[in-house]
């Protein structure tokens, strides 16, 4: 199940990532936080991007894992801003290789790298991560406790994880939150092919 739901989701990554490309952000996948100041999407990206750096309060010594990292617009930011090292993981070939041109491409490709890879089972050693952040990613994630258990698996002593997603936990739904809810549940338990 989990290998068909990665497959999944690296195929609609790869598929939909020229769209992302063209009607998105360069700066990253994510919404992004709009507050009464911001006009654009990059600006909202950049917002998230400066919240999530202030919650690790990042130094420069630290190497901070990007757990589903897209095209590694937010690896770019810490890097940049920070001077930290980033490692970005992603299913999507397509989004790997567009955030390895974009490194060399911005001169930062000995700050950030780039590898595919589940973050739910990971390939690095214990502890090998200051920080660890996923912006928009966990809710893909078909085990959320098995992403949290894996994240501090790779967090070193007082390190820090940083979790920018949405979830539900309101429970009281109204009617109309039920049927979209309950659908979406289905869509998931169909691999994903709903309209």
Not at 156 to 172: A, C, E, M, Q
Request: glycine fraction near 6%.
């Amino acid at each position: 199940m989990t290998n068909v739901v990665n497959e999944e989701i690296e195929q609609y990554y790869d598929n939909a990532q020229i769209l992302y490309n063209l009607f998105w952000s360069d700066k990253g996948l994510h919404y992004g936080f709009w507050d009464k100041k911001t006009k654009k999407l990059s600006d909202a990206i950049e917002n998230t991007n400066r919240f999530v750096s202030k919650l690790l309060n990042l130094q420069k010594d630290d190497y901070v894992l990007d757990a589903g990292c897209g095209v590694g617009g937010s690896s770019f930011f810490m890097a940049e801003n920070f001077g930290v090292k980033v490692i970005g993981i992603t299913l999507s070939s397509k989004q790997i290789k567009q955030a390895r041109r974009n490194a060399k491409k911005l001169h930062l490709d000995n700050l950030v790298s780039f590898e595919i890879m589940d973050f739910n089972k990971t390939r690095f050693k214990d502890e090998t991560f200051t920080n660890v952040f996923s912006i928009e990613g966990v809710c893909y994630a078909h085990n959320k406790p098995k992403f949290l258990k894996e994240t501090y698996r790779l967090l070193r002593p007082s390190g820090k994880i940083v979790v920018v997603d949405g979830f539900l936990t309101r429970r009281d739904l109204t009617q109309k939150e039920k049927e979209i809810y309950n659908k979406s549940q289905l869509c998931h338990a169909n691999k994903y092919k709903c309209s």
